[in-house]
């Protein structure tokens, strides 16, 4: 089977590869591949069905330098567990060395490799490809994934053998690099869960549990290294702000090579000796992290029996995961809230039956639903007992609750902006009952934190924060928030890093660190909700583009499957993290949602500003 490639250059003749589907071996065009000139267009395979397997061939007898190079690339690509056949392009020495798990980095297109002129001008016993492209994205060795950009340029060294005569690469590249259509072909990004370690959830006594995205390889094992990435621990960036239940050191007991469910769905972890002491609730909070990671990537387990030391240490179902802590992506909320037409906060149900009926909007109870102060725009607390309101011409915040009777009393703050768009973002609630906002005055930019939202607001330190706060969400884990930063006309997403000093619960300083961004192709971000435990849904445009709709990973990848349907003129969008709630924007023809499976569908004419609680 020989295809053409994917990505833009032109195709060229490559080495042969093995694919395997549903049993069968297929042959990869073999073609022969020219001694002399540039290397072009290593580009990547085509994308194959999820259960099509590749495995690249060994190097031929007597292989040219461009053959042994090409067949290299080629290998990296492949779905080899360890690299074996890689490590057959290279010298024995560089095989040993060559670290293929230090990082993968991601190109546009797939390699093109230039030949690097000898000096004598001929082909002596050894030579050079340089191999270019451009950046897309780095896999760090913990399989976090960061947005890249710039030229890719690396230096591929081979050395004619003397004793059997033929080439091998003696100096690799670092670690493995692809095509963007290969890495998506070869990898998964997956939830990886820990507990955050300086928040509590004030609705519910459990543990809040946090994503940590990763991706391993989709077609080796997957299983087994999302087990192992788990157990080695949080990525960089969320470690200061998480913990996990796992004693230090805990591991996989020696000599366990794969994991897989039994008939019954139940997973058997052994793991080393590290666990032998652990208590029985600790253990089960190992189970509940477990679990949350492994349903993340399969529905094939529904229980997970832990064992070290040649003993059962503890079992654990689903239910008792949810028992023991609290996901995002699993609080269903009660209702959709949105500020009607005389600018008061109004609310339906969130489910929505997927008929079209147009559902009828309430009156919230409060002085926030029943009061006469115009809002603009609102937000509600996660348990749904309280609401925050920005006054129309964004100058005020009120707090209120929402029990009938209740009273609104002074502003709990007041913007001195001269303007509409320099005062107050719409606000956000924490899990903690924390509600954050941002008061956009240029003479006085601040992040601000209401501790259960009252009191004198806390200022929140924002270290390298380059901009100013257009919009904000937190995420339901109160770990991670999302900013709209603009900055010389240009809207940018961020991700921050919630850091909380002193009594968990009673933080004396709030801090937002090491931003990262997550749309780099967008120059203008209009709106954006979380839509998952590590998902964002985005409303924005590229340069000279027109507005599209999409779903973003916190880690600024983007996830697998389609986008949302095409909706045109949104100027605010809301999710929930649990993905069954339909989507809802706000756009040219008032309040809409999206339910699963339907079109979008009219919620009110008149309405505006639409949350879920958060």
Not at 374 to 400: C, F, M, N, Q
Not at 592 to 610: C, E, I, M, N
């Amino acid at each position: 089977m020989d295809a053409d490639r994917e990505g833009g250059g032109r195709r060229t003749p490559g080495r042969a590869a093995v694919y395997v589907a549903c049993g069968v071996v297929l042959l990869a065009g073999c073609a022969s591949m020219p001694d002399s000139g540039d290397l072009r267009g290593v580009d990547s395979t085509p994308r194959q069905d999820t259960q099509v397997r590749v495995f690249a061939m060994p190097p031929q007898e007597d292989a040219e330098p461009t053959d042994i190079v090409q067949g290299f690339l080629e290998a990296l690509t492949s779905d080899d567990p360890n690299y074996e056949t890689a490590r057959q392009y290279l010298t024995p020495s560089a095989a040993k060395q060559w670290q293929p798990g230090l990082s993968t980095t991601v190109l546009d297109d797939g390699p093109g490799a230039d030949v690097v002129p000898p000096v004598d001008r001929e082909q002596g016993e050894d030579t050079s490809f340089t191999l270019v492209g451009t950046k897309v994205a780095v896999v760090d060795a913990q399989q976090s994934y960061t947005p890249a950009s710039g030229e890719y340029r690396e230096t591929v060294h081979l050395v004619h053998d003397k004793k059997t005569k033929q080439w091998r690469i003696d100096s690799p590249p670092r670690g493995v690099v692809m095509g963007k259509s290969d890495f998506q072909r070869n990898y998964v990004s997956v939830n990886k869960y820990y507990f955050a370690s300086n928040t509590r959830s004030a609705t519910a006594p459990q543990t809040v549990a946090v994503a940590d995205p990763v991706y391993v390889r989709e077609r080796v094992d997957p299983m087994t290294q999302l087990v192992r990435s788990l157990l080695s621990g949080p990525t960089s960036w969320l470690d200061p702000v998480v913990r996990t239940s796992f004693p230090t050191g805990t591991a996989l007991r020696s000599g366990v090579s794969s994991l897989a469910p039994d008939d019954r769905s139940t997973l058997t972890v052994p793991l080393n000796a590290k666990a032998r002491n652990v208590g029985l609730d600790q253990c089960k909070a190992m189970a509940a992290q477990l679990l949350f990671t492994l349903q993340n990537l399969t529905p094939a387990v529904d229980d997970v029996e832990l064992q070290a030391g040649g003993k059962q240490l503890c079992t654990a179902a689903e239910s008792e995961a949810n028992g023991d802590a609290t996901r995002g992506s699993v609080e269903r909320p009660e209702f959709l809230y949105f500020v009607n037409g005389e600018h008061r906060l109004v609310r339906v149900s969130a489910e929505s039956d997927g008929s079209g009926t147009k559902a009828q909007p309430v009156s919230v109870p409060g002085a926030l639903g029943d009061g006469e102060k115009d809002l603009r725009s609102v937000a509600v607390s996660r348990d749904e007992h309280t609401a925050a309101g920005v006054s129309v011409d964004g100058k005020e915040l009120y707090v209120g609750s929402l029990v009938s009777g209740g009273s609104l009393g002074e502003p709990m703050l007041v913007s001195g902006g001269k303007t509409d768009a320099d005062r107050l973002t719409t606000p956000s609630w924490d899990t903690e009952g924390d509600l954050w906002v941002a008061d956009r005055n240029p003479a006085d930019p601040r992040l601000l934190m209401f501790k259960e939202g009252a009191g004198k607001p806390l200022v929140v330190e924002t270290p390298g924060l380059d901009g100013r706060i257009k919009d904000l969400r937190v995420a339901a884990d109160g770990v991670r928030i999302a900013l709209v930063v603009e900055k010389g006309g240009k809207q940018s997403l961020f991700i921050g890093r919630i850091e909380r000093e002193g009594r968990t619960g009673d933080p004396q300083s709030v801090s937002v660190r090491e931003l990262r961004s997550t749309t780099p192709d967008l120059e203008e971000v209009a709106t954006m909700s979380w839509a998952g435990d590590s998902r964002l849904v985005v409303v924005g445009r590229e340069r000279g583009g027109v507005q599209q709709t999409r779903y973003v990973q916190v880690d600024g990848s983007t996830p697998e499957g389609p986008p949302p349907a095409a909706l045109t003129g949104v100027k605010e969008i809301a999710a929930s993290e649990d993905d069954e709630m339909p989507l809802v924007a706000y756009s040219e023809d008032g309040i809409v949602r999206l339910p699963a499976g339907a079109q979008w569908q009219k919620v009110d004419a008149d309405g505006t500003a639409p949350v879920y609680p958060g």
